[in-house]
């Protein structure tokens, strides 16, 4: 399994773009890379997933490089509410195969 | 409507007791799992289980066992509870190829 290697925790200011980078430089080739947020108190809610280049939806955006040996979530403009932690999974979809790190602890603040 | 849904929430038991924790599903997934989250917000997967397959992580005391009666139910059962134990515990489910994991709210097991 691919072991991932975040920051342990970044500060922010409201209205910034936040950007979270993981490093995966085992990454497997049937491996996709998953970003999930953990606000206190609760399960791990899903964010974003790609495989390769960029990805976009309405919470984030993810940027992958060619080697994949990394990955970036960029959260824009950034809110209070944004404060919790971020986890970089990589697997190959199977979800016996997610292995949570110890994630990003992102606190933002006014 | 919760789409995972666990229950106790808070769960306080003294050493040495058996208890159980109740997780259920209404999202037609087919396959759940159950994560301990100790002091240090590591999160763990300690069971994956379809109608096919029961996949344990060979850390995990054989004092845990999940329950399946069916596909949307998967209890956690805990024997001989140790100081240890005392976690929150996450039950997900997600489709057998998922993309991605729905999570419950968690259980807060501490154990005097």
């Known amino acids: 399994l691919a072991k991932t290697t975040q920051p342990i925790s970044m500060d922010s200011y409201e209205g910034q773009e936040v950007n979270i980078t993981c490093s995966h430089n085992?990454?497997?080739?049937?491996?996709?890379i998953t970003w999930y947020q953990q606000f206190p108190s609760q399960g791990p809610r899903f964010i974003i997933q790609?495989?390769?280049t960029k990805v976009t939806n309405e919470v984030a955006s993810l940027f992958i490089p060619a080697d994949r040996k990394s990955s970036t979530l960029s959260l824009p403009r950034v809110s209070l509410s944004d404060t919790a932690v971020y986890y970089c999974?990589?697997?190959?979809?199977?979800?016996?195969?997610?292995?949570f790190g110890p994630g990003t602890r992102l606190s933002v603040l006014p | 409507d919760t789409a995972v849904s666990q229950t106790p929430k808070y769960l306080v038991t003294q050493m040495g007791n058996d208890k159980s924790i109740k997780c259920e599903q209404n999202?037609?997934?087919?396959?759940m799992y159950w994560y301990k989250q100790d002091s240090k917000k590591f999160l763990k997967i300690m069971f994956s289980?379809?109608?096919?397959?029961?996949?344990i992580n060979e850390t995990v005391p054989n004092r845990f066992s999940p329950k399946s009666p069916d596909k949307a139910h998967l209890n956690l059962h805990i024997n001989s509870l140790e100081l240890g134990d005392s976690a929150v515990y996450f039950c997900?489910?997600?489709?057998?190829?998922?993309?991605?994991?729905?999570f419950g709210e968690g259980s807060r097991l501490t154990v005097l």
């Open positions: 997900a489910s997600s489709y057998t190829n998922p993309g991605e994991l729905f």
């Open positions: 085992n990454i497997a080739t049937n491996d996709y």
């Open positions: 790609g495989y390769k």
């Open positions: 999974l990589v697997g190959d979809n199977y979800g016996q195969n997610f292995v």
């Open positions: 999202l037609g997934h087919d396959t």
């Open positions: 289980y379809n109608n096919k397959e029961l996949i």
